[in-house]
C-alpha cells in the first residue's frame, strides 16, 4: 500500500536513472546502511561475527566479483578459489614485507595484482566459450593452488607450510591477527563490502556495464555495434578478479587469520561462490548479497534448528545438514531458476499493485 | 523534371539533397572456400540518399551488407568510405567510423531493457574511463545523462516511450525490429545498413516501418542502404536500386530504370531457355 511510484515524480533523467525508484525502497536503503553502520557494531559479539557477518560480507564481495565476469560479461569460471588464494598471498607478502603501509592499502593493491592474475587466466576466453572456458578457468584454479603449495617462497619459508596474519591496525584498532575485536573484524568487512558493492553497481548501471550484458546476449551483435570484445572480456575479468582478490585477502587476513592455499581456497570455494551466483541470481548486484546469505546462513540456521532446538546429536546435524542444504538448492532452482533476486524482483511487482490484482 | 544524377549534389522530386558518393565499392569479390558470393560488385551509395539493394534468395545480398559492415573481408576489391580507401578493420572499428546497422534476425541484447539498448548503440559517443564509471562522478555521469537526452528523441521519434524500461526479451516481434532500429539510429550514424526491416511484418506494421525510414532520412539526414524483398516498398522508398543475382550485379538505378530492366525481369520471373 505504500510501495507505490505514484506522485514519486520524475523530472529530470538524473532521478530516472537512480538505483532505488521508489521511495520506500530507498528508505529501507538508507536505514539498512544506518543499522549496519551504527547499531550493530554496538551489539556484536564474536559468534555473531564469526559464523554469519564476517563470512557474509566476505563471501558478497566475491559473489559480487564473480557475478560481474558470470552474470554480467557471460564468461563462466570455476576459478574463484584460485583467484582468492592469489589475493590472500598477496596480501600476506605484502603485510610482512611492508608492515609500516596501512592494510587497507595491502588489501586494494592485493586486489589489483589479482586483477592482474585474473585477466592473464581470462586471455583463453577470446577464443573459447561457455563450458571450454569453465575449463580453461579450472586449470587457474588447480595451478595456482598448486603453486602456492609448491613454491616455499610465497608462504616464507614456513614449516607448517601456512601462512599467518600478523597484528596490523586502521586507525589504531587492531584489525588482523588474534586479538582482533568482533566488531573491528565487523568493520572492517562491512565497508570494503559496501565500497565493493558501490562501485559495482556504478559499473554495471553505465556503458561499462552495458558493453559486458552486450558482450553476454549477443556477442557478435555486440562487436558490430562497436565494442571491443578484447577490451570489455579484459575489464570483466580484471573487475571480477579485483573484487574476487580483496575477498580473498580479507577472508584470510581477517576471518581465518591463517590460511592454507588447498584447504582453504580449494575447488570447494569456486563452487560455493558459483552456487551463491547462481541461487542469487545471475546478473544481479542483489542478488549476490541475496545468494551469500543464503549459502552462509542456511546452514548456521539448520544447525540451530536441529541442535538447539530439537536436540539432535551434532554429527547426525551435520551431516543432514549437507543433504538439506543440496535438497533446498535443488528445490529452489526448480521453483525459481533466476535466483532469489528474481523472486524479489516479482515481489516488488505484486507489491506495487497491491490489494489490486492489475 | 530531368537531374543529373552524376553531378556533385542533385536535389530530388521530393526536395531533398542527394551529396557526393559516402560508400563506393570497387570490383568486389567474395570467396566462402569454392562458392563465390560475390563476384566483381561494384556499386556507391550517395550522402542522403536511400539505396536499396535488392535480389532473390541467395543473391549475395546479405553477404555485400556483411562485407560493407567489416564482418567479411572480400579477397579482391576496395571498399572506399568518405574519400579514403578503408584498410583491413574488425567490425568495432567500422563501427566507431560511423557505421550502423541492423540484423536479418533480430540481434537485440534479451536481457537487458529497451532503454539500455539503444544507449548501447551510443557506445562510440562516450568515452568516460573505467575509474570514471566506477565512482560514477564527473565526466560518467554527465556523459550518462547527455546521451540519454539524445536516446529519448530517437525514443519519441519511433514511438516505443511506453517499453523503455521493459526487457527486449518480453517484447512482440515488430517492437523488437522497432527497438532494433533505434539503437542503430542512437550511433547518429552516417551510414545506416538495414537488413531486410521488413521481414515478417504485416501490412501495418511495413507502413509503420516505410515511414519511419523516409522519416529518418528527410528529418535527420541519415544515408540508408537497405536489403528488401517486398518489391512494392522498395520502388515506393529507394532513390536507386541495385540488383543482384547468384552474386552478380544484374542492374543499378532509379526504381523506374531497375523495373524495365530485361535482365531483372528474368531473374524474378525466370525465363524459359530455348
Not at chain 2, 547518429?188 to 511495413?206: R, T, Y
Request: proline share 4%; net charge neutral; aromatic share 12%.
Amino acid at each position: 500500500m505504500f510501495y507505490r511510484e505514484a506522485g514519486d515524480f520524475k523530472t529530470s533523467y538524473r532521478d530516472d536513472n537512480q538505483t532505488f525508484p521508489i521511495r520506500l525502497d530507498r528508505a529501507g536503503y538508507w536505514i539498512a546502511l544506518f543499522v549496519a553502520f551504527c547499531v550493530i557494531p554496538f551489539f556484536v559479539n564474536d559468534y555473531w561475527v564469526n559464523s554469519i557477518f564476517a563470512p557474509f560480507f566476505i563471501y558478497a564481495i566475491a559473489a559480487l566479483g564473480l557475478n560481474i565476469l558470470t552474470g554480467y560479461a557471460g564468461q563462466v569460471s570455476l576459478g574463484t578459489g584460485g583467484f582468492m588464494a592469489v589475493g590472500a598471498y598477496a596480501c600476506y607478502k605484502l603485510m610482512v614485507a611492508f608492515p609500516e603501509i596501512n592494510i587497507v592499502f595491502h588489501v586494494l593493491i592485493a586486489g589489483g595484482i589479482t586483477a592482474a592474475v585474473g585477466v592473464a587466466f581470462g586471455l583463453p576466453s577470446l577464443r573459447i566459450k561457455g563450458f571450454y572456458l569453465a575449463v580453461a578457468t579450472l586449470a587457474a584454479q588447480f595451478f595456482l593452488v598448486w603453486l602456492f603449495n609448491k613454491v616455499a617462497w610465497f608462504y616464507n619459508y614456513s614449516a607448517s607450510g601456512q601462512i599467518n596474519a600478523p597484528e596490523r591496525t586502521v586507525f589504531g584498532v587492531i584489525v588482523t591477527g588474534p586479538n582482533t575485536e568482533a566488531w573491528a573484524k565487523y568493520m572492517i568487512c562491512l565497508v570494503f563490502l559496501v565500497g565493493v558493492a558501490w562501485v559495482a553497481r556504478n559499473l554495471t548501471r553505465g556503458m561499462t556495464g552495458r558493453k559486458w550484458m552486450g558482450i553476454r546476449d549477443m556477442d557478435i551483435a555486440a562487436e558490430i555495434i562497436g565494442v571491443n570484445p578484447l577490451m570489455a572480456k579484459m575489464s570483466a575479468f580484471a573487475v571480477s578478479s579485483f573484487f574476487v582478490g580483496i575477498a580473498g585477502a580479507l577472508f584470510f587476513a581477517v576471518y581465518l587469520g591463517a590460511a592454507e592455499a588447498g584447504e582453504s581456497f580449494g575447488i570447494t570455494k569456486s563452487f560455493l561462490v558459483l552456487f551463491m551466483v547462481i541461487i542469487g541470481g545471475l546478473g544481479s548486484i542483489f542478488g549476490s548479497f541475496a545468494g551469500a546469505a543464503f549459502m552462509v546462513l542456511m546452514p548456521v540456521v539448520l544447525k540451530n534448528l536441529l541442535v538447539g532446538t530439537m536436540g539432535w546429536p551434532t554429527e547426525i546435524a551435520a551431516e543432514l545438514e549437507f543433504i538439506i542444504v543440496g535438497g533446498l538448492i535443488v528445490i529452489f532452482l526448480i521453483l525459481e531458476p533466476h535466483g532469489l533476486a528474481q523472486l524479489w524482483r516479482l515481489t516488488k511487482e505484486k507489491l506495487r499493485l497491491w490489494p489490486f490484482p492489475h | 523534371m530531368t537531374t543529373d544524377m552524376n553531378a556533385d549534389s542533385y536535389v530530388t522530386e521530393d526536395g531533398r539533397t542527394i551529396g557526393p558518393v559516402v560508400m563506393d565499392l570497387k570490383n568486389i569479390t567474395l570467396r566462402f572456400g569454392g562458392v563465390v558470393a560475390i563476384k566483381d560488385i561494384s556499386f556507391n551509395i550517395r550522402e542522403g540518399e536511400i539505396r536499396a539493394i535488392i535480389g532473390p534468395n541467395g543473391a549475395g545480398k546479405s553477404s555485400m551488407l556483411n562485407v560493407i559492415s567489416g564482418f567479411y573481408k572480400p579477397q579482391e576489391g576496395e571498399v572506399w568510405f568518405r574519400g579514403s580507401k578503408r584498410p583491413q578493420m574488425k567490425p568495432y572499428q567500422v563501427a566507431q567510423q560511423g557505421l550502423a546497422r541492423t540484423f536479418q534476425n533480430i540481434a537485440l541484447f534479451e536481457g537487458m531493457t529497451v532503454l539500455d539498448n539503444i544507449m548501447t548503440g551510443r557506445l562510440n559517443k562516450m568515452n568516460a574511463n573505467l575509474f570514471q564509471q566506477a565512482i560514477w562522478k564527473g565526466k560518467a555521469e554527465k556523459e550518462e545523462l547527455e546521451n540519454r537526452e539524445a536516446c529519448e528523441k530517437v525514443i519519441d521519434f519511433l514511438e516505443i516511450q511506453h517499453i523503455r524500461k521493459t526487457p527486449v526479451g518480453r517484447l512482440p516481434y515488430g517492437l523488437k525490429k522497432r527497438v532494433e532500429l533505434a539503437r542503430a539510429l542512437a550511433a547518429e550514424p552516417s551510414l545506416l545498413l538495414l537488413d531486410e526491416p521488413m521481414a515478417g511484418m504485416n501490412v501495418e506494421e511495413k507502413e509503420d516501418m516505410s515511414r519511419f525510414i523516409l522519416d529518418m532520412n528527410d528529418e535527420f539526414g541519415t544515408t540508408i542502404a537497405l536489403i528488401e524483398h517486398d518489391m512494392g516498398v522498395v520502388m515506393d522508398l529507394s532513390d536507386r536500386v541495385v540488383v543482384m543475382d547468384y552474386g552478380k550485379k544484374i542492374g543499378d538505378g532509379t526504381p523506374d530504370e531497375v523495373r524495365n530492366n530485361q535482365d531483372v525481369i528474368d531473374a524474378y520471373l525466370g525465363v524459359s531457355h530455348d
